[in-house]
Structure formats: C-alpha cells, structure tokens
C-alpha cells in the first residue's frame, strides 16, 4: 500500500509546444502556470463518470501580491492592454485557441507514484482593475492510472490578477494573484483501502505546492514584462523557457 505522506513534488520539463509568436496576455502563465484537441473546447468543463463511486476533493488556494514601482507608464494601463498587446511570457506552455481562450502545459509532478502532467483550457475575462482566468477544461497526462481518471473526475480554477493601490498615481502599486483550485475525482479502486481524508490530505497539499511553485515565478515574469513594456520596449518577446 502506497505512503499515505505525500512525496516532495518533483517538477519534470516537458516537450512542450513549439514557442508560438502570437500575442497571448501575460497573465496566463499561472496559472502559470494548467487541454484536448481543438473540438474539446466545447465540451463542458464538469466531467462525470457514469459508475460514480466514492470521491474525494481537493482544493488548495493562494494569495501571492509583488509591489511594483510605476516607471513611464502606469500599472494600471498595463492591466487594460487587450490581448493583442500582451507579450508572450511563457510560449514553452501557452497556446493561443481564440482571442481570449488558451491552452496551458503545466509541470509534470509525482502524486504518490504516478507521473501527472494537466494540459488545462482556460478563458480570459476582463475585469475593471485587471482579469480573471478561469479553467473550461482539464485533461490529465502522465502515468496509465492517472490517464485513466480523465472521465471520472471534476476541476475548476480562477485566478484573479488585480492592482489594488488605491491611487493610481502612487509610485508604487500593488499587484496581486488570487488563485484557487477545487478537484474532485472518483478514488480508484486500488486506493479505496485508504480513509478518504487521508487521500483528501495528500491530494490538497500537492495543489498547494504547485501553487506556491507556480504563482511566484508567474508574478515574477509579469513585472518583468511590465517593465520592459513601460519603457518602450517594443519587442514583446517571451520570457519563460518552460523551467521551474
């Protein structure tokens, strides 16, 4: 029987897409940061096994916020680009659907002793002080067990990216993601021996570590690219490589 302790998660690079030069906004990353071929897109983002049998849930959330000082250009400005006008942070595990929906490739991790890689589709939604990117679907890569899961489980995600600096002229503002994902998947029948709040345990710990391991290096490459967009940088070529 597998170790109820969940085991450090070890990120893995994958052969990610080809880098695409199309504009894609640079808060996708997180969100990085997480899926299916093109007629996928229509499906629903809820997927439910027709033998449903006992489930577990898990749900992880962070809260990551960077102060950034405003160079020529404000924050707030930046946030209200259209899409057309974003850089590519990360084109190693970004692709472009349509103007406001993408793919996104995230690590390979372990989960007890299974390889898990989700290929997430997401969408864009504009909001007044910045966006919200929320999850339509998820497939799961990786080990044979957990490729096997893809019609037995649910997953949705948001995360909010904001400037929350109460004046839009202050020289430093405050950018903040707010991210949270919720999984629920029918337990296997190898794991059914294993009380489900242990499973429930292990299985929110290792959202929250891909959080804290996504969200900083996301925040990082965003004000990365505010800079050089703020100084004229006309460029707007990607940052990420794909790494951790």
Same mark, same amino acid.
């Given at each position: 029987?597998?170790?109820?302790?969940?085991?450090?998660?070890?990120f893995?690079?994958?052969?990610?897409?080809?880098?695409?030069?199309?504009?894609?906004?640079?808060?996708?990353?997180?969100?990085?940061?997480?899926? !299916?071929?093109?007629?996928?897109?229509?499906?629903?983002?809820?997927?439910?096994?027709?033998?449903?049998?006992?489930?577990?849930?898990?749900?992880?959330?962070?809260?990551?916020?960077v102060?950034?000082?405003?160079?020529?250009?404000?924050?707030?400005?930046?946030?209200?680009?259209?899409?057309?006008?974003?850089? @590519?942070?990360?084109a190693?595990?970004?692709?472009?659907?349509?103007?406001?929906?993408?793919?996104?490739?995230?690590?390979?991790?372990?989960?007890?002793?299974?390889? @898990?890689?989700? @290929?997430?589709?997401?969408?864009?939604?504009?909001?007044?002080?910045?966006c919200?990117?929320?999850?339509?679907?998820?497939?799961?890569?990786? !080990?044979?067990? @957990?490729?096997?899961?893809?019609?037995?489980?649910?997953?949705?995600?948001?995360?909010?990216?904001?400037?929350?600096?109460?004046?839009?002229?202050?020289?430093?503002?405050?950018?903040?993601?707010?991210?949270?994902?919720?999984?629920?998947?029918?337990i296997?029948?190898?794991?059914?021996?294993?009380?489900?709040?242990?499973?429930?345990?292990?299985?929110?710990?290792?959202?929250?570590?891909?959080?804290?391991?996504?969200?900083?290096?996301?925040?990082?490459?965003?004000?990365?690219?505010?800079?050089?967009?703020?100084?004229?940088?006309?460029?707007?070529?990607?940052?990420?490589?794909g790494?951790?």
């Amino acid at each position: 029987m597998a170790s109820l302790t969940p085991n450090p998660i070890q990120f893995h690079f994958r052969n990610a897409k080809s880098p695409s030069r199309r504009s894609i906004p640079p808060y996708l990353v997180v969100l990085s940061n997480l899926a !299916s071929s093109p007629e996928d897109s229509s499906k629903p983002a809820r997927r439910i096994s027709a033998d449903s049998g006992p489930k577990a849930r898990f749900i992880a959330r962070r809260t990551e916020s960077v102060s950034v000082r405003q160079l020529q250009r404000p924050l707030t400005e930046y946030m209200s680009l259209p899409a057309s006008q974003y850089s @590519v942070l990360d084109a190693e595990r970004i692709e472009r659907v349509d103007d406001n929906t993408f793919r996104c490739y995230v690590y390979r991790f372990k989960f007890f002793a299974f390889e @898990v890689c989700p @290929v997430l589709l997401v969408r864009v939604e504009e909001q007044p002080d910045g966006c919200s990117i929320n999850l339509l679907s998820c497939k799961l890569e990786g !080990s044979p067990i @957990v490729v096997a899961q893809n019609d037995k489980f649910d997953a949705s995600m948001e995360n909010k990216i904001s400037c929350d600096s109460p004046r839009s002229d202050s020289p430093v503002q405050k950018l903040t993601s707010n991210a949270v994902i919720e999984v629920s998947i029918e337990i296997p029948f190898a794991f059914r021996a294993i009380p489900t709040q242990s499973i429930e345990s292990t299985g929110s710990q290792v959202l929250g570590q891909i959080l804290k391991a996504m969200l900083p290096r996301f925040m990082s490459q965003l004000v990365k690219d505010y800079r050089a967009w703020a100084s004229g940088d006309t460029s707007r070529q990607p940052l990420g490589t794909g790494e951790i």
